[in-house]
């Protein structure tokens, strides 16, 4: 499985942007699909995920009801809609694919096996 991000970009806070992940190879064997994101000198945080099995959907804190993660089978495509940006988000977003079982919760970085090579978002005051 690969993963390939983009849709990142510079946008001023308010603004909307809308990350996309293109998945490949052995696709949709997946236990969770979701997005991260790592601003500089921190470490990778969760923003978001969607279980294949259950179909539930998990968002950070800090979303707030601005992102929305979604998923097309059809296209094998991940997307995350992002709106009411604030200068906070600023960071590389990255995909990731969890295709086996580790004994780790949705929301870190470990459950996930495969990552996409990230996608830049800048948002300006």
């Known amino acids: 499985v690969q993963l390939q991000a983009s849709g990142g970009g510079l946008v001023q806070a308010g603004g909307s942007l809308t990350l996309s992940c293109a998945v490949s190879?052995?696709?949709?064997?997946?236990?969770?699909m979701g997005w991260f994101r790592q601003a500089p000198g921190k470490e990778r945080e969760f923003v978001a995920t969607?279980?294949?099995?259950?179909?539930?959907?998990y968002y950070a804190d800090f979303v707030k009801g601005r992102f929305t993660i979604s998923v097309d089978n059809a296209k094998n495509m991940v997307y995350l809609q992002m709106n009411k940006l604030e200068p906070e988000d600023t960071a590389v977003y990255y995909c990731?694919?969890?295709?086996?079982?580790?004994?780790?919760?949705?929301?870190?970085?470990?459950?996930?096996?495969?990552w996409g090579q990230g996608t830049q978002v800048t948002v300006s005051s």
């Open positions: 990731a694919v969890a295709v086996s079982f580790r004994a780790y919760r949705h929301d870190q970085p470990r459950r996930y096996d495969i």
């Open positions: 969607l279980s294949r099995n259950s179909g539930n959907i």
């Open positions: 190879g052995r696709t949709f064997s997946s236990y969770f």
